[in-house]
């Protein structure tokens, strides 16, 4: 009936009834509603009909409009719906062909639904009606966008009835399903879909490995292209060795392809990954060497991937098997040693400065686009772990000038904070090292540098917000110590003797050792937390000059910290004095628990200020460190204060700063490289 009319209308009203037949495989009904009818055999299954509706190319049929074989292709495959199909294909055997508003045939509408007696039945009667050419052609078509516009004046082609058997979830069916489609059309194996995905790309990213060597066995000249200009080794690599080893054999130009996103070849995929998939970049690199020194769109190798994700191990692969892998140089001029500092991938750079061989002493010192090294980022991330590994190697050289007439030092120097600091600040152990190695600045004229970089870091007035805001929670901390302290000699551990006793009024445990030491830890925690208030005091008040407020506001922190330690040990003897002899376990462990609170903190400040130490040890050699071995280089509270009262200000007036510095300020603020020598 769809054939004889040329300007098919749209029914102004669907009938209920022919929907439900088809959709219920009532093919007595559907034969009956379908003879009294004069509309093409078309159902509308998606709402409105469109009120100007075009017709599709194969069959005449206004879009948004299924017909009625499209419906029961997907409705099931049963006897009923077998015998349906043919009611419908007696009443309009060009419907075989036609395409739904999605351009799909029934064919690909009976496959995606994995009703495989269906799609047999459809073949059969293709077959029947127009030979194996038209079979052909019907199974070669993909669905998709189907009408032209500006922008796309040609159909864009989607995917093929083998597209949608291999999504099926059912393994059996989908096995069967693919073996009845490729024994009619093997050329099904080499149609892309509209992003080009092939069928062996999909195949292998569902991981269905049994279909990807079928389809290669069916047709040795099939697609290996996948999305985003990738191909199916881009898959594969992050999913099943077999596969990999099987595609490299049947295609080794996978290789070298790369994507439309950033160019990445599947070796880059699998660098990124990490540990797991060692053993398919060794693969790759034993099927293809060459992969390792192609770069992506960026300039980027393998080596770089890998270092970007912390693969300390992928790294290891590339050097033993390509130890020139090491000095690639990316876009910006960047070794995977850069990328390693720049990403704070600690156990990488360790393994790079540990590596005692010559191609790795090169890239040590190799200069990036700015001029920089592994060392120069180093000091500019305050990274104190990484710059430790790299101070250490002997071969580090410490002072290159990068582009802008810094060296490290330079850069340390720069980062350094100014005023109040924390003893261990990375910032300040990266400075006092690289001074300890012997590592010189750049070549400026006089005091430029301090002026440029030191002074004007100084910021008088966060320093005093930071000062009083920091002195609130101090003198809440002082006070309540104070509290506790005073509190804790009116009711002693033990109690005090009765009025009959001789000694009335005086504390039971007098005599105990113990407990003399309980009374002179809680006199070091009153003293030190009533310090810490004073200083406190000095501190919080405006008119005070800022120098004197910032030692003040030091002294606090030490009492504060002497006091909670104090405080911790009086708890202690306390303890001790009133549980033993009845409840020694429970005093042991309970000493066990608060013990640590009085030895941690010392142990990690040992730790990490010997921890440098050894690094530079390890560099210099024990007669180079002892001579170079200084107190300065120890954080100590003495130290700190000096150099409170030494911090160099900010000038209050640009022009006496300006007359400072010489008619050449001018030039020399332009940057580093004008204060050296030559310039």
């Known amino acids: 009936m769809g054939s004889e009319a040329t300007a098919p209308a749209v029914p102004s009203a669907i009938s209920p009834e022919l929907l439900m037949a088809a959709r219920g495989g009532k093919w007595d009904k559907l034969d009956e509603l379908l003879s009294a009818s004069t509309l093409p055999v078309v159902v509308n299954i998606e709402g409105t009909p469109p009120a100007n509706p075009r017709p599709t190319v194969a069959a005449g049929l206004p879009l948004g409009l299924d017909s009625i074989l499209h419906v029961v292709a997907s409705s099931g495959d049963d006897a009923n719906f077998l015998k349906s199909a043919d009611v419908i294909h007696t009443k309009d055997k060009e419907l075989l062909y036609a395409l739904n508003s999605n351009g799909d045939t029934p064919l690909q509408c009976a496959a995606r639904a994995g009703n495989i007696k269906m799609v047999s039945h459809l073949i059969n009667h293709a077959i029947n009606h127009g030979g194996n050419a038209r079979l052909k052609e ?3 078509n993909q669905n998709g966008k189907r009408t032209a516009t500006a922008d796309s004046p040609r ?27 490729l024994t009619f059309n093997v050329e099904l194996a080499s149609i892309e879909s509209t992003d080009g995905t092939s069928p062996l790309y ?14 290669y066995q069916k047709n040795k000249r099939l697609s290996y292209s996948g ?26 130009d996978l290789t070298k392809q790369r994507d439309g996103t950033m160019g990445s070849t599947p070796l880059h995929f699998a660098a990124t990954w990490g540990k797991k998939y060692g053993w398919v970049v060794k693969l790759l690199l034993e099927k293809d060497e060459s992969s390792a020194f192609q770069s992506d769109d960026k300039g980027s190798f393998p080596i770089h991937a890998a270092a970007v994700n912390m693969s300390p191990s992928i790294v290891q692969i590339f050097l033993k ?3 020139s892998c090491g000095k690639l140089q990316d876009a910006n001029g960047r070794t995977f040693l850069h990328i390693a500092v720049k990403e704070e991938r600690t156990f990488l750079v360790k393994y790079a400065c540990w590596r005692e061989k010559p191609d790795m002493t090169a890239v040590l010192n190799i200069q990036d686009n700015a001029g920089n090294t592994a060392l120069h980022l180093a000091a500019k991330l305050s990274n104190q772990w990484i710059f430790y590994f790299l101070i250490q190697n002997p071969h580090v050289q410490l002072n290159l000038v990068n582009k802008k007439g810094q060296t490290p030092l330079d850069i ?24 300890g190695a012997g590592a010189k600045t750049g070549s400026y004229k006089r005091d430029w540098f301090l002026d440029k970089h030191v002074r004007d870091k100084v910021d008088l007035s966060k320093l005093d917000k930071m000062i009083t805001d920091s002195i609130q929670i101090i003198g809440v901390g002082s006070v309540l110590i104070v509290t506790v302290t005073m509190a804790a000699a009116i009711t002693m551990p033990g109690g005090f003797r009765a009025a009959e006793d001789r000694y009335k009024g005086a504390a039971m445990l007098s005599d105990s050792t113990v407990f003399q030491l309980f009374i002179v830890a809680n006199t070091v925690a009153l003293v030190c937390s009533g310090l810490a208030t004073m200083n406190v005091m000095f501190a919080g008040v405006a008119t005070v000059d800022i120098r004197t407020r910032m030692s003040n506001f030091l002294l606090s922190i030490l009492f504060l910290y002497c006091s909670s330690k104090a405080l911790v040990a009086s708890f202690l003897f306390g303890l001790y004095a009133v549980l033993p002899p009845t409840a020694m376990k ?6 066990a628990i608060a013990a640590p609170f009085l030895v941690l903190d010392v142990l990690w400040f040992i730790f990490a200020v010997a921890f440098g130490e050894a690094m530079l040890f390890r560099r210099l050699g024990c007669i180079k460190w002892l001579r170079t071995l200084s107190f300065t280089r120890f954080p100590n509270f003495i130290l700190e204060i000096k150099d409170v009262l030494e911090m160099p200000l900010p000038h209050k007036n640009k022009a006496v700063n300006s007359e400072v510095q010489g008619s050449g300020s001018d030039k020399e603020e332009k940057g580093l490289t004008a204060g050296r020598p030559g310039n």
């Open 227 to 252: 999305p985003d200009r990738q191909n199916v080794l881009h898959a594969a690599v992050l999913r099943n060795h077999d596969m990999t080893r099987n595609l490299l054999k049947w295609n080794m």
């Open 321 to 323: 098997r390509h130890p």
């Open 138 to 140: 019907m199974l070669k």
């Open 412 to 435: 340390a120097w720069k980062r350094r904070p100014q005023g109040i600091i924390y003893v261990l600040d990375p910032r300040v152990r990266i400075h006092l090292l690289l001074k």
């Open 586 to 591: 429970i005093a042991y462990i309970s000493s």
């Open 155 to 181: 159909p864009v082609p989607g995917d093929t009835a083998l597209h949608d058997a291999l999504r099926l979830a059912d393994q059996k069916i989908r096995k069967e399903m693919v073996d009845k489609l």
């Open 202 to 215: 999909l195949a292998v990213m569902l991981e269905h490995y049994d279909i990807a060597k079928a389809l």
